[in-house]
Nanobody, 123 residues
Framework: QVQLVESGGGLVQTGGSLRLSCAAS????????MGWFRQAPGKEREFVAT???????YYADSVKGRFTISRDNAKNTVNLQMNSLKPEDTAVYYC?????????????????WGQGTQVTVSS
């Protein structure tokens, strides 16, 4: 089992940047594929980015070229660097983990979730 804690959210202007971090507990972090999802008020939770246990990233079209996902297995962390932020990026961002398999875009494939961190982009 793994516990996840996100940090790094906040308020930023359009065009600005934020770096989200997700700290994971446990000794087997390197065997987990990780994902970032987000949920805006009144909307479904949607896929943002994923990185496999082997380090292969994949992005939603809406963030491709602006966001970068990375992981540091020595520190048990996964990061999401967000650049060129837009008001439509405003949401609660969640970190998620799945023990088996590669990165996934379906939230139902993830067994473990953090509590979320708020990102607000002002226009």
């Amino acid at each position: 089992q793994v516990q996840l804690v996100e940090s790094g959210g906040g308020l930023v202007q359009t065009g600005g940047s934020l770096r989200l971090s997700c700290a994971a507990s446990g000794r087997t972090f390197s065997s987990y594929s990780m994902g970032w999802f987000r949920q805006a008020p009144g909307k479904e939770r949607e896929f943002v980015a994923t990185i496999s246990w082997s380090g292969s990233p994949y992005y939603a079209d809406s963030v491709k070229g602006r966001f970068t996902i990375s992981r540091d297995n020595a520190k048990n962390t996964v990061n999401l660097q967000m650049n060129s932020l837009k008001p439509e990026d405003t949401a609660v961002y969640y970190c998620a983990a799945r023990r088996y398999g590669n990165g996934a875009i379906d939230k139902n494939d993830y067994a473990y979730w953090g509590q979320g961190t708020q990102v607000t982009v002002s226009s």
